[in-house]
């Protein structure tokens, strides 16, 4: 059984990759550049995404 999560919060995803800054994933998420769900108070990045996203060079959506 994967016990790996599907989806992670801004602060995980500052654990996961701490060389991404908490101003950039916002305004990749606010861009559309990275895809997001808001569940409840808190936003919920999809991993593989988040991971996809950094590989390329975390670009915003006017750089792509």
Known sequence: M???PQTIT???A???HPAVGKNRL???MSS???RNARVGR???IPVSELDDWVM???PTSEER
Request: net charge positive; charged share 20%.
């Open 42 to 44: 808190r936003i919920a």
């Open 10 to 12: 801004v602060a995980m």
């Open 56 to 58: 390329s060079g975390c």
């Open 26 to 28: 916002y305004a990749a």
């Open 32 to 34: 559309g550049a990275l």
């Open 14 to 16: 500052r654990m996961r």
């Open 2 to 4: 994967d016990t790996t």
